[in-house]
């Protein structure tokens, strides 16, 4: 039933609940939620804390519904180029799953249990748990499934980032196994964003998947022994359904055997509208996985127009959210943010605050700086700049998209 399911009605199902939920394309949006137009702020600080929200898309944009896409194959389980210290540590105790210890199967062949705590698998694990730091729970809903041989949901949309973290740390305690069945993944997260599944629907979201790959698909007519062509051409298929259905797929692959045959990535990203973010070293992903907009809007600059200071720490979330510390001054300060959305166009808000100097310090100040340097000692800890990273993807992306359409490789190695 679930065969026919996804051959007969599903497109169907997907292209008719697509075309009620069609929204115009607007000017990108600009909101200074914190602090309020005209407020009065007394603190020790000479930084104020200012956030927000951006995006683009008319009616649609103010919620988004996410799912973590994770191939869980065995050859996850391999190194993935740098310690990732505690952002891969495997999680003590049983969490949502109450699996105890990661085994290893290859081939249906249990392999023991190897050290994950550096492995491709802990590499996307630390990814998706990077993004959810800076995700809006408020607006934000986030689902997590898995694929290997087939595709599992293993959380349906939800705003409890807590239990999405359990969650993601149960993945890495029960380890890789399989081949690489990357159809059903995608398939399985339109079926869930469309409200076709277990997960609530939600008519006025923006829709995404955010996959992370180390391979290309081998399932279901390779039978995870080799990578046949129609394996990639119905993961392709599936993401031309999900683009129709206003579902980007935004396709992270990690390390040589991903690029070595990154047709169904690179399609999976085209055919959907999404982005395709080709990572040599798979713990490079930590330094990138934020640079994918899902509102359609790419860049946001906050700066103090009374003194021309721009922010000294700023951050723009995946789902349109920003925080930024911004230099002040006794008494007004005007404080300006604007943004760029993809195709070129601006947008701007402003507010007016007045500082004055006191003896208490700014919680919220307090907790965004120390999560940033959290995040850049992540980042430092990969022994390459941001810039770096970010340069290697775009060389990757531009080879990936000159190479000519190649016959995937005989094998997958090793057998998945």
Do not use: C
Request: hydrophobic fraction near 40%; charge should be neutral.
């Amino acid at each position: 039933m679930n065969h026919l399911l996804y051959r007969f009605f599903l497109p169907l199902l997907v292209l008719l609940l697509a075309a009620l939920e069609s929204a115009l394309a607007a000017e990108p949006r600009v909101q200074i939620l914190a602090p309020k137009d005209g407020g009065q702020i007394t603190q020790e600080q000479n930084l104020v804390f200012v956030s927000g929200k951006v995006a683009r898309d008319a009616g649609r944009s103010a919620r988004v519904d996410m799912f973590l896409v994770v191939d869980i194959s065995g050859s996850t389980a391999q190194y993935s180029g740098s310690d990732l210290g505690d952002a891969g540590a495997l999680p003590d105790g049983s969490g949502i799953s109450g699996f105890p210890t990661p085994q290893i199967s290859i081939g249906g062949i249990g392999i023991g249990r190897p050290n994950l705590r550096n492995s491709i698998l802990a590499a996307e694990v630390a990814a998706a748990r990077r993004l959810l730091l800076q995700l809006n729970p408020e607006t934000t809903r986030v689902g997590v499934l898995a694929f290997s041989e087939g595709a599992k949901l293993l959380q349906p949309l939800t705003s409890d980032f807590e239990r999405l973290r359990r969650v993601l740390d149960d993945i890495l305690r029960v380890g890789p196994h399989g081949g690489t069945n990357m159809v059903e993944g995608i398939r399985l997260g339109i079926t869930e964003l469309m409200g076709l599944g277990v997960s609530e629907k939600r008519t006025d979201a923006v829709k995404v998947q955010i996959l992370l790959t180390d391979g290309f698909p081998t399932l279901p007519i390779g039978r995870a022994r080799q990578a046949a062509p129609e394996d990639t051409d119905l993961a392709i298929n599936a993401a031309r359904l999900a683009g129709k259905a206003g579902i980007k797929v935004h396709v992270f692959t990690l390390g040589e055997e991903a690029l070595s045959y990154p047709r169904a990535a690179a399609g999976v990203a085209k055919e959907s509208g999404g982005t395709y973010i080709p990572v040599t070293r798979p713990a490079d992903v930590l330094a990138v996985v934020e640079n994918v907009s899902v509102v359609g809007v790419d860049y946001v600059q906050t700066i103090n127009r009374t003194t021309g200071q721009k922010a000294t720490q700023h951050r723009l979330s995946v789902d349109g959210f920003f925080s930024s510390a911004v230099p002040v001054v006794e008494g007004r300060n005007q404080i300006e943010v604007f943004a760029r959305a993809s195709d070129g166009s601006n947008a701007s808000d402003s507010i007016t605050v007045y500082y004055q100097s006191g003896a208490q310090k700014s919680l919220d100040l307090e907790i965004f700086l120390e999560k940033e340097k959290k995040l850049e000692l992540e980042i430092k800890r990969l022994g390459r700049s941001p810039a770096e990273i970010q340069h290697d993807v775009e060389r990757n992306r531009e080879e990936s998209l000159r190479r000519p359409q190649q016959p995937p490789p005989p094998t997958a190695s090793p057998p998945r």
